[in-house]
C-alpha cells in the first residue's frame, strides 16, 4: 500500500496517504476474505475460490492512487480525509456488490473507472467553481431536459420498473441523480448573488420556487418519490443555512408533513410503504417483506457479522442498491454498520468545516449543501433500512449500486476537495455560524440515532427476530450444518441430515411420525419438534457458548447440531400405526409412572419428506392431515368419562347402589351403551362399556362445582406442557348444562393426549404426570445429558385408583378399560380409555385410542392389542 499511496512532505499528504493505506489494508483483507469464503463456508480447500472481485480491487487500487497523487500535485491545500472516506465508501460497496452479484460489481467497477476520469478531468479544469457559478441557470436547466427526456426514451436497465434511466448497451444514466447536485449548484449561485442584496424571506424564495418547483413536478410525474422528498429536505435545507431563518425550518417540516399526507392518499405506493413502516409484523412475507428481511440481517450480523461472502444479504431483495446497508451489517455486523455512519458523519464534519472556512458565500453555501446532500440521502436510506422512516428508494452515497448515484457523489467529493483548497485564504464574513452548526448536530445526531437503532436489532432483539418462523436464514444454514438426528428412545434414528456441506438435506425416516417431528424447510419453515428444538438440533444450545461463538466468528455459522433422544419407541409406534391405518384418529401410549410418551399416532398423517410437493395440497384436504389429533384434536369425552367419575365417587368414599338395584328401581339405565354389558350387577362393565344412564346415575352424588372441580383435577381445562402445539379448552367458571358435564358432552373438549395423562391416573397409584416427550441430548463434552424430569402430583388417592381400575379390569389381561361415544358436529366418536392394574409388574401402562367414527368394536381390538403387544414387547 505504501507504493501506491506514497506520502510528500507536506502534512496533508501524510494525511491522505495514511488513511487511504488504510483503507486499501481494509479492503484487501476483505477481498482474501471473499476469496476464501466458499472454503470456509463448505468446511473444505477442494471449492470453486472467488476472484472476479480482485478486478474490481485493483481498479480501485490504481484509480485512487493516481488520483492521491493528481490531488497532492494540483490542490496540495485540500481537506485531506475527504478523499479517504470516499475511498474507503465506494471500495466497500464495491466488494460488498461483487460478493452479492458479479454482473452487477462488473458495472460498478466501470463507473467507478468512469467516477474517477471524471476527477481527473475535473481537476485539470481550474476554474470549475466559477464556471458552475456563471453558469448556474444552463446547469440546472440541461438538467431539467435531461430530467423530462424520461417520458419519452425513459427505460428501466433490469426489464420492467419504473422508466428513469436514459442510456442503451448497459450504459445507463439516471437523471435525477446529478439533478440534486445541479439544484445544489444553482441554489448556492443564486443565493450568493442575492445576499446580502434581499433578506426579505419571500423575495428570496419566489424565483426558486419556479426551477426547483419545475424538478419536483417532473420526479412527482415520474413518480420518483423518493427522489422528490430529499429535492425539498435538500431545498429547504440549503435555504435556512444562506438565510440563518428558523422559519425557514418551521416551513419546509410543514410543507414536508403535507407532502407525505397527500403522497399518502395520492400514491400507493407510499401508502404501502408507511402501512410496512408503521407495523411490519402484519404482514412479513408481503407488503413488508423487504423491511421484515432488512432488520433479520441486522439481527443476524449482530455484532461483528456473519464473515463477507458467509451470510445471506440475498434474501433481500434489492441488497445491491437500496438495501446494501442491511447486507453489510449481516456479513459485518453492528461494527460494520457503526463504521459506515462514522464514515459519514466524518464526511459530513469536514464538508461543514470546508464551509464556514470558504472563501465566499457561493462555495460556503455549495460545501454546505453538498455536505446536506450526502448526509441526509445517507440518513433516509439507513433508516428505511432499519426503520426509523419509511422506505424512500435512494441510495446509501458511494456504497450503493448505481452509476448515476455514484457519479453523483464523486463529483460532489471533486467540489468539497477544491473549495477545500482555498483554505489559505481569508474566510467569508460569516454573520452567524448557528445554521452550520446546528447542521451538522443534528446530522450527527441523526447517526447516533440510527446507529443506536441498529444496536437494538442487532443486539437487544436478535435473539428473538432469528427465532422467528420467517427467519428463512436458520433454514438455509442447515444446507451447511449438520443438523443434529432425531433418535427414538433406543437410539433408532427418526430424522436425520443426509448430504455434504452445502447440500444437506433432512430425511424423516419414519415418515408417520411427521405430526411429531416436524419438518424444517428454507421456504416453508419449520414444524413440530424441528422448530421447538431448533436450538439443539442446529447447534446453539448444549453447546458451550465460546464454541458457538468461535464457530460463528470463523464460519459464521454455529457448529454442528446436538442429537436428541425422544420417549418414543418405534416398535411400540409402529405397532401403533399398523392398528390405526385406515382410520382417521389418534393413539397415545405412556408411561403411566413417568409420562413418558411410548407412541404418539395421529392420521391421516403427512410426510414431512414430501413438504414442498404436497404440501399445498395437505392445506386444502379436507381430511387435515397437517393436524396432530393427538395433541391439537379437541374431542368431547362422552362417556369415556366414566371412569373418572367412578374414581372420584369412590375416592369420596360415597354409598353406592348396585347397578342392577338402580335399574329396578329406575326401570332401566342400559340404554345408549356403546356395547351392552354382560355382568350387570356391579359398576365396572357398565362404566367400562360406556352406558350414559349410568354416568347419570352416578354423577347424582356430586355437586356440579364438584364435577368442574374433577375437569380441572384431570388437567382438561390446561395445556399440557410438551414440545409440540398442543389445543385445549378455555378454562370456566360453570357447566351451562350440569347434566351433559356428567356425560362428558359439555363445552370442555379435550385432546387425546390429555385423556391419556388422566387415564394414567388409575395405573400410577393416583398420581397425575406431567407428559415428557424428550429424553436427551448428546453433548460433546458430557456425552447424554437428561433433559426432561418426570414430575407427579397426587389426585386421587392410592386405593381409589386401585378400586377403580379394579372395577373396570380385563379378565384375561391384567389391564382395564373403558370403551365410549361422544356426540360431536360431524357425527359420533368412540373412545377407548385403558391401561395396566396394579398386579402388573412391568412398567405401569396407559393408553388412549380415539376414532373419528362410531365403531365400539373396532377400538377395542386395537386397544386390546396395542396393550398386549405392549406388554410382552
Given at each position: 500500500?505504501i507504493?501506491?499511496?506514497?506520502?510528500?512532505?507536506?502534512?496533508?499528504?501524510?494525511?491522505?496517504?495514511?488513511?487511504?493505506?488504510?483503507?486499501g489494508?481494509?479492503?484487501?483483507?476483505?477481498?482474501?476474505?471473499?476469496?476464501?469464503?466458499?472454503?470456509?463456508?463448505?468446511h473444505?480447500?477442494?471449492?470453486?475460490?472467488r476472484?472476479?472481485?480482485?478486478?474490481?480491487?485493483?481498479?480501485?487500487?490504481?484509480?485512487?492512487?493516481?488520483?492521491?497523487?493528481?490531488?497532492?500535485?494540483?490542490?496540495?491545500?485540500?481537506?485531506p480525509?475527504?478523499?479517504?472516506?470516499?475511498?474507503m465508501?465506494?471500495?466497500?460497496?464495491?466488494?460488498?456488490?461483487?460478493?452479492?452479484?458479479?454482473?452487477?460489481?462488473?458495472?460498478?467497477?466501470?463507473?467507478?473507472?468512469?467516477?474517477?476520469?471524471?476527477?481527473?478531468?475535473g481537476l485539470r479544469?481550474?476554474?470549475?467553481?466559477?464556471?458552475?457559478r456563471?453558469y448556474?441557470?444552463?446547469?440546472?436547466?440541461?438538467?431539467?431536459?435531461?430530467?423530462?427526456?424520461?417520458?419519452?426514451f425513459?427505460t428501466?436497465?433490469?426489464?420492467?420498473?419504473?422508466?428513469l434511466?436514459?442510456?442503451?448497451?448497459?450504459?445507463?444514466?439516471?437523471?435525477?441523480?446529478?439533478?440534486?447536485?445541479?439544484?445544489?449548484?444553482?441554489?448556492?449561485?443564486y443565493?450568493?448573488?442575492?445576499l446580502?442584496?434581499?433578506?426579505?424571506?419571500?423575495?428570496?424564495?419566489?424565483?426558486?420556487?419556479?426551477?426547483?418547483?419545475?424538478?419536483?413536478?417532473?420526479l412527482?410525474?415520474?413518480?420518483?418519490?423518493?427522489?422528490?422528498?430529499?429535492?425539498?429536505?435538500?431545498?429547504?435545507?440549503?435555504?435556512?443555512?444562506?438565510?440563518?431563518?428558523?422559519?425557514?425550518?418551521?416551513?419546509?417540516?410543514?410543507?414536508?408533513?403535507?407532502?407525505?399526507?397527500?403522497?399518502?392518499?395520492?400514491?400507493?405506493?407510499?401508502?404501502?410503504?408507511?402501512?410496512?413502516?408503521?407495523?411490519?409484523?402484519?404482514?412479513?412475507?408481503?407488503?413488508?417483506?423487504?423491511i421484515?428481511?432488512?432488520?433479520?440481517?441486522?439481527?443476524a450480523?449482530?455484532?461483528?457479522?456473519?464473515?463477507?461472502?458467509?451470510?445471506?444479504?440475498?434474501?433481500?431483495?434489492?441488497?445491491?442498491?437500496?438495501?446494501?446497508?442491511a447486507?453489510?451489517?449481516?456479513?459485518s455486523?453492528?461494527?460494520?454498520?457503526?463504521?459506515?455512519?462514522?464514515?459519514?458523519?466524518?464526511?459530513?464534519?469536514r464538508?461543514?468545516?470546508?464551509?464556514?472556512k470558504?472563501?465566499?458565500?457561493?462555495?460556503?453555501?455549495l460545501?454546505?449543501?453538498?455536505?446536506?446532500?450526502l448526509?441526509?440521502?445517507?440518513?433516509?436510506?439507513?433508516?428505511?433500512t432499519?426503520?426509523?422512516?419509511?422506505?424512500?428508494?435512494?441510495?446509501?452515497?458511494?456504497?450503493?449500486?448505481?452509476?448515476?448515484?455514484?457519479?453523483?457523489?464523486?463529483?460532489?467529493?471533486?467540489?468539497?476537495?477544491?473549495?477545500?483548497?482555498?483554505?489559505?485564504?481569508?474566510?467569508?464574513?460569516?454573520?452567524?455560524?448557528?445554521?452550520?452548526?446546528?447542521?451538522?448536530?443534528?446530522?450527527?445526531?441523526?447517526?447516533?440515532v440510527?446507529?443506536?437503532?441498529?444496536?437494538?436489532?442487532?443486539?437487544?432483539r436478535?435473539?428473538?427476530?432469528?427465532?422467528?418462523?420467517?427467519?428463512?436464514?436458520r433454514?438455509?444454514?442447515?444446507?451447511y450444518?449438520?443438523?443434529?438426528?432425531?433418535?427414538?428412545r433406543?437410539?433408532r434414528?427418526i430424522?436425520?441430515?443426509?448430504?455434504?456441506?452445502?447440500?444437506?438435506?433432512?430425511?424423516?425416516?419414519?415418515p408417520?411420525?411427521?405430526?411429531?417431528?416436524g419438518?424444517?424447510?428454507?421456504?416453508?419453515?419449520?414444524?413440530?419438534?424441528?422448530?421447538?428444538?431448533?436450538?439443539?438440533?442446529?447447534?446453539?444450545?448444549?453447546?458451550?457458548?465460546?464454541?458457538?461463538?468461535?464457530?460463528e466468528?470463523?464460519?459464521?455459522?454455529?457448529?454442528?447440531?446436538?442429537?436428541?433422544?425422544?420417549?418414543?419407541?418405534?416398535?411400540?409406534?409402529?405397532?401403533?400405526?399398523?392398528?390405526?391405518?385406515?382410520?382417521?384418529?389418534a393413539?397415545?401410549?405412556?408411561?403411566?409412572?413417568t409420562?413418558?410418551?411410548?407412541?404418539?399416532?395421529?392420521?391421516?398423517?403427512?410426510?414431512?419428506n414430501?413438504?414442498?410437493?404436497?404440501?399445498?395440497?395437505?392445506?386444502?384436504?379436507?381430511?387435515?392431515?397437517?393436524?396432530?389429533?393427538?395433541?391439537?384434536?379437541?374431542?368431547?369425552?362422552?362417556?369415556?368419562?366414566?371412569?373418572?367419575?367412578?374414581?372420584?365417587?369412590?375416592?369420596?368414599?360415597?354409598?353406592?347402589?348396585?347397578?342392577?338395584?338402580?335399574?329396578?328401581r329406575?326401570?332401566?339405565?342400559?340404554w345408549?351403551?356403546?356395547?351392552?354389558p354382560?355382568?350387570r350387577?356391579?359398576?365396572?362393565?357398565?362404566?367400562?362399556?360406556?352406558?350414559?344412564?349410568?354416568?347419570?346415575?352416578?354423577?347424582?352424588?356430586?355437586?356440579?362445582?364438584?364435577?368442574?372441580?374433577?375437569?380441572?383435577?384431570?388437567g382438561?381445562?390446561?395445556?399440557?406442557?410438551?414440545p409440540?402445539?398442543?389445543?385445549?379448552s378455555?378454562?370456566?367458571?360453570?357447566?351451562?348444562?350440569?347434566?351433559?358435564?356428567?356425560?362428558?358432552?359439555?363445552?370442555?373438549?379435550?385432546?387425546?393426549?390429555?385423556?391419556?395423562?388422566?387415564?394414567?391416573?388409575?395405573?400410577?397409584?393416583?398420581?397425575?404426570?406431567?407428559?415428557?416427550?424428550?429424553?436427551?441430548?448428546h453433548?460433546?463434552?458430557?456425552?447424554?445429558?437428561?433433559?426432561?424430569m418426570?414430575?407427579?402430583?397426587?389426585?386421587?388417592?392410592?386405593?381409589?385408583?386401585?378400586?377403580?381400575?379394579?372395577?373396570?379390569?380385563?379378565?384375561?389381561?391384567?389391564?382395564?378399560?373403558?370403551?365410549?361415544?361422544?356426540?360431536?358436529?360431524?357425527?359420533?366418536?368412540?373412545w377407548?380409555?385403558?391401561?395396566?392394574?396394579?398386579?402388573?409388574?412391568?412398567?405401569?401402562?396407559?393408553?388412549?385410542?380415539?376414532?373419528?367414527e362410531?365403531?365400539?368394536?373396532?377400538?377395542?381390538?386395537?386397544?386390546?392389542?396395542?396393550l398386549?403387544?405392549?406388554?410382552?414387547?
Amino acid at each position: 500500500m505504501i507504493l501506491f499511496f506514497p506520502a510528500t512532505a507536506l502534512p496533508k499528504d501524510r494525511i491522505q496517504s495514511h488513511l487511504l493505506r488504510l483503507a486499501g489494508f481494509f479492503l484487501f483483507l476483505n477481498a482474501i476474505v471473499l476469496t476464501l469464503s466458499p472454503s470456509v463456508r463448505l468446511h473444505s480447500w477442494d471449492v470453486d475460490y472467488r476472484w472476479a472481485h480482485w478486478l474490481g480491487f485493483t481498479v480501485w487500487l490504481v484509480g485512487f492512487s493516481l488520483i492521491h497523487r493528481l490531488f497532492s500535485r494540483k490542490i496540495p491545500e485540500r481537506d485531506p480525509y475527504i478523499l479517504p472516506v470516499c475511498a474507503m465508501l465506494s471500495g466497500w460497496g464495491l466488494l460488498t456488490i461483487w460478493r452479492l452479484d458479479n454482473n452487477f460489481g462488473w458495472r460498478q467497477t466501470l463507473w467507478l473507472g468512469i467516477c474517477l476520469l471524471a476527477i481527473w478531468a475535473g481537476l485539470r479544469i481550474p476554474n470549475l467553481l466559477i464556471l458552475l457559478r456563471r453558469y448556474k441557470y444552463l446547469w440546472l436547466t440541461s438538467g431539467l431536459l435531461l430530467t423530462a427526456l424520461t417520458f419519452l426514451f425513459g427505460t428501466y436497465p433490469e426489464g420492467i420498473g419504473p422508466r428513469l434511466w436514459l442510456g442503451c448497451c448497459g450504459i445507463y444514466l439516471q437523471p435525477s441523480e446529478p439533478l440534486k447536485l445541479l439544484l445544489i449548484i444553482y441554489l448556492a449561485a443564486y443565493l450568493a448573488d442575492r445576499l446580502p442584496i434581499s433578506f426579505n424571506l419571500a423575495q428570496l424564495l419566489i424565483p426558486t420556487l419556479v426551477l426547483v418547483g419545475i424538478a419536483l413536478l417532473i420526479l412527482l410525474a415520474q413518480r420518483d418519490l423518493g427522489t422528490a422528498s430529499l429535492f425539498l429536505v435538500l431545498y429547504f435545507i440549503i435555504i435556512y443555512l444562506a438565510s440563518g431563518s428558523w422559519r425557514v425550518l418551521l416551513l419546509g417540516l410543514i410543507t414536508l408533513m403535507i407532502a407525505g399526507v397527500a403522497g399518502f392518499l395520492m400514491f400507493d405506493v407510499i401508502r404501502l410503504r408507511i402501512e410496512a413502516w408503521i407495523n411490519p409484523w402484519l404482514d412479513p412475507s408481503g407488503r413488508s417483506y423487504q423491511i421484515v428481511q432488512s432488520i433479520l440481517a441486522m439481527a443476524a450480523g449482530r455484532v461483528f457479522g456473519r464473515g463477507l461472502g458467509l451470510g445471506n444479504p440475498a434474501l433481500v431483495p434489492i441488497s445491491h442498491s437500496d438495501f446494501i446497508f442491511a447486507a453489510i451489517a449481516e456479513e459485518s455486523g453492528l461494527a460494520g454498520s457503526l463504521g459506515i455512519l462514522l464514515l459519514l458523519g466524518i464526511l459530513t464534519i469536514r464538508g461543514i468545516l470546508i464551509a464556514l472556512k470558504a472563501p465566499n458565500n457561493y462555495q460556503r453555501y455549495l460545501a454546505a449543501g453538498l455536505s446536506a446532500y450526502l448526509a441526509t440521502q445517507g440518513i433516509l436510506i439507513i433508516g428505511g433500512t432499519n426503520r426509523l422512516f419509511p422506505l424512500t428508494g435512494v441510495t446509501l452515497p458511494f456504497v450503493s449500486y448505481g452509476g448515476s448515484s455514484l457519479l453523483t457523489a464523486f463529483l460532489s467529493v471533486l467540489i468539497l476537495s477544491r473549495i477545500s483548497s482555498h483554505s489559505e485564504l481569508q474566510p467569508a464574513p460569516l454573520p452567524q455560524s448557528r445554521p452550520y452548526l446546528f447542521l451538522g448536530a443534528v446530522t450527527l445526531t441523526s447517526l447516533a440515532v440510527l446507529g443506536l437503532i441498529n444496536g437494538w436489532w442487532s443486539i437487544v432483539r436478535a435473539d428473538d427476530l432469528l427465532s422467528r418462523q420467517d427467519n428463512l436464514r436458520r433454514s438455509i444454514a442447515s444446507l451447511y450444518v449438520k443438523r443434529g438426528a432425531i433418535l427414538d428412545r433406543n437410539n433408532r434414528p427418526i430424522s436425520i441430515s443426509t448430504g455434504e456441506p452445502g447440500k444437506y438435506s433432512r430425511q424423516i425416516l419414519y415418515p408417520a411420525l411427521s405430526h411429531v417431528t416436524g419438518y424444517t424447510h428454507p421456504v416453508y419453515g419449520q414444524a413440530g419438534l424441528e422448530r421447538s428444538l431448533d436450538a439443539y438440533l442446529s447447534g446453539l444450545q448444549g453447546i458451550p457458548s465460546s464454541t458457538v461463538w468461535l464457530n460463528e466468528m470463523i464460519y459464521g455459522t454455529p457448529p454442528p447440531g446436538l442429537d436428541v433422544r425422544l420417549s418414543i419407541d418405534l416398535t411400540l409406534q409402529e405397532k401403533a400405526d399398523e392398528l390405526l391405518s385406515n382410520h382417521s384418529g389418534a393413539l397415545v401410549l405412556l408411561n403411566a409412572e413417568t409420562g413418558e410418551i411410548l407412541a404418539m399416532a395421529s392420521h391421516p398423517f403427512y410426510d414431512a419428506n414430501a413438504v414442498e410437493e404436497k404440501l399445498e395440497g395437505w392445506l386444502s384436504d379436507t381430511r387435515s392431515p397437517l393436524v396432530n389429533r393427538a395433541t391439537q384434536g379437541l374431542y368431547s369425552p362422552g362417556t369415556a368419562f366414566g371412569p373418572f367419575l367412578l374414581a372420584e365417587i369412590l375416592d369420596r368414599r360415597l354409598p353406592l347402589e348396585t347397578p342392577q338395584e338402580l335399574a329396578t328401581r329406575l326401570n332401566g339405565i342400559f340404554w345408549g351403551c356403546a356395547q351392552m354389558p354382560d355382568e350387570r350387577n356391579e359398576w365396572g362393565p357398565v362404566i367400562k362399556n360406556g352406558c350414559p344412564g349410568a354416568l347419570l346415575e352416578l354423577g347424582q352424588n356430586l355437586q356440579p362445582s364438584q364435577i368442574l372441580d374433577l375437569y380441572k383435577k384431570l388437567g382438561w381445562l390446561d395445556p399440557p406442557s410438551i414440545p409440540l402445539p398442543v389445543a385445549s379448552s378455555s378454562a370456566i367458571d360453570a357447566f351451562s348444562d350440569p347434566q351433559l358435564a356428567i356425560l362428558g358432552q359439555s363445552e370442555i373438549k379435550v385432546s387425546p393426549l390429555q385423556m391419556a395423562l388422566a387415564a394414567a391416573l388409575l395405573s400410577a397409584r393416583g398420581n397425575l404426570s406431567k407428559p415428557l416427550l424428550v429424553n436427551a441430548i448428546h453433548t460433546p463434552q458430557e456425552g447424554w445429558v437428561i433433559l426432561g424430569m418426570s414430575s407427579q402430583s397426587p389426585v386421587l388417592s392410592e386405593k381409589a385408583a386401585f378400586d377403580a381400575a379394579r372395577y373396570l379390569g380385563y379378565p384375561s389381561l391384567p389391564i382395564w378399560q373403558t370403551v365410549g361415544r361422544a356426540k360431536t358436529d360431524h357425527g359420533v366418536i368412540t373412545w377407548y380409555i385403558g391401561g395396566t392394574r396394579a398386579e402388573w409388574r412391568g412398567i405401569p401402562l396407559a393408553l388412549v385410542v380415539l376414532l373419528e367414527e362410531d365403531n365400539p368394536a373396532k377400538i377395542e381390538q386395537i386397544g386390546q392389542q396395542m396393550l398386549k403387544d405392549t406388554i410382552t414387547h
